[in-house]
């Protein structure tokens, strides 16, 4: 097992889901359509800082990931035994001779710039929210390159499994960069403004048919590409090989949608009325347990999906 590559993978993985999705709720979530009060406005401004900064690390962040991940990708294809030992120019042969070299380097440009959208403190926030969303998306979508799409030879099956690759990486990327907004908004004090709060129930509340969207997303994507992998055949089942590993994270994320149902058709109503009320502070705390175990479950899926990019389906 290529525990090196499997963990930049995880890294880079969490790290640009979490950088697409991010700067793509702060959108949804402080929309200028909406009638605001003067509390709520100034929460808005405070968490937006917040979520620009997070979001500036995550770009960061995964520039050292994929530094890191072509420097594992050249061990791999030159079979060296030390990393010390892979010869000077074999970036440049991968850079400019493979599919996954040219893809790293679109990876690192669209970072850069999604970097310097983050440190750019003149720009207008949503602005720059939109430049990161988009740089962030070009950034996610490479990593099907580095998944099983990439890996089949056939011409048209293979756009089309890359294309599936990459509409699931960004409706995970939507839905994981939303939980850790939420968690962000949620993770606040019993004597929590009620701006904050107030701002936390809108989001949940208009985040219930993007959250719809995102799961059909994944459903679709995720059949289509176990059928392009696979195909009408069950894989062996155990810890160590892909179909035990699959059937993991098909069931953690069967549990993710129980919280996600328990949070709009439970805990979102419930916040709603405390903050008509005034007397949120346990509505809050519920509401950030659920998402935080929750947010836990996603890291999870994401270290199984790193693994099983690696193992091959038909291993018995």
């Not at 702060?26 to 100034?42: C, G, I, K, N, T």
């Not at 968690?183 to 701002?199: D, E, I, M, N």
């Not at 129930?201 to 059928?227: I, P």
């Amino acid at each position: 097992m290529d525990w090196a590559g499997i963990s930049v993978r995880f890294g880079l993985y969490l790290d640009l889901t979490l950088l697409f999705g991010l700067p793509l709720f702060s959108l949804h979530a402080f929309r200028r359509d909406e009638p605001s009060s003067a509390h709520v406005s100034q929460a808005a401004s405070r968490v937006l800082s917040h979520y620009a900064a997070v979001t500036a690390a995550a770009a960061a962040i995964g520039i050292i990931l994929s530094l890191a991940g072509i420097v594992v990708m050249a061990r791999s294809m030159t079979g060296v035994a030390e990393y010390s030992a892979l010869p000077r120019d074999v970036f440049t042969m991968i850079v400019t001779g493979t599919d996954a070299g040219m893809v790293w380097a679109v990876r690192m440009v669209a970072l850069a710039l999604c970097l310097m959208a983050g440190l750019s403190g003149r720009t207008h926030p949503r602005l720059r929210s939109i430049w990161q969303t988009t740089t962030a998306a070009v950034a996610l979508a490479t990593l099907a390159w580095s998944g099983h799409g990439a890996m089949d030879d056939d011409g048209l099956r293979r756009y089309l499994h890359l294309a599936a690759d990459i509409g699931h990486l960004l409706a995970a990327g939507v839905w994981v960069g939303a939980l850790v907004g939420f968690v962000l908004l949620a993770w606040t004090k019993p004597s929590a403004s009620l701006g904050r709060v107030a701002l936390l129930s809108r989001a949940a509340d208009g985040f219930a048919k993007t959250g719809t969207v995102v799961v059909v997303t994944l459903m679709l994507t995720g059949t289509l590409n176990y059928w392009l992998i696979v195909g009408p055949e069950l894989p062996a089942v155990s810890w160590s090989s892909y179909g035990g590993q699959l059937l993991a994270k098909l069931a953690l994320f069967g549990a993710m949608l129980g919280l996600a149902a328990a949070n709009r058709y439970r805990l979102s109503p419930r916040l709603a009325r405390a903050v008509l009320t005034g007397d949120y502070a346990q509505a809050v705390s519920a509401f950030r347990t659920s998402l935080m175990i929750e947010t836990t479950l996603a890291i999870v899926i994401l270290a199984l999906v790193a693994s099983l990019g690696v193992l091959s389906p038909t291993a018995a």
